[in-house]
């Protein structure tokens, strides 16, 4: 499977975001996602993740509120839409994808067999 990931660019505190991730290869549906961040001397965490369906969803606290992950099967796509950014969200953002059954959601990066090759949100002050 293949992953592509776009949206990110330069952005002013205060401002929004929506990343996008597109999946080919094989079926999007039997793949739970998760979009991840690292920042320049920090390890990659977590950011959202989201089950196969979309009825389970996991925020890390760094963007609870300000953070919505979503996916559309029948585009392929997750999306990662971003408001109230600051400038500690800026990082480079990967989507991340794993097979996956029922309604699980996975936090950890070790749990992702795939990822895209990543996307530079930069949030000015």
């Known amino acids: 499977v293949q992953l592509q990931a776009s949206g990110g660019g330069l952005v002013q505190a205060g401002g929004s975001l929506r990343l996008s991730c597109a999946v080919s290869?094989?079926?999007?549906?039997?793949?739970?996602m998760g979009w991840f961040r690292q920042a320049p001397g920090k390890e990659r965490a977590v950011v959202a993740a989201?089950?196969?369906?979309?009825?389970?969803?996991y925020y890390a606290d760094s963007g609870k509120g300000r953070f919505t992950i979503s996916r559309d099967n029948a585009k392929n796509t997750v999306y990662l839409q971003m408001n109230s950014l600051k400038p500690e969200d800026t990082a480079l953002y990967y989507c991340?994808?794993?097979?996956?059954?029922?309604?699980?959601?996975?936090?950890?990066?070790?749990?992702?067999?795939?990822w895209g090759q990543g996307t530079q949100v930069t949030v000015s002050s």
């Open positions: 991340a994808a794993t097979m996956a059954l029922g309604s699980s959601v996975y936090k950890q990066a070790e749990s992702y067999d795939c």
């Open positions: 989201i089950s196969l369906s979309g009825s389970r969803i």
């Open positions: 290869g094989r079926t999007f549906s039997t793949y739970a």
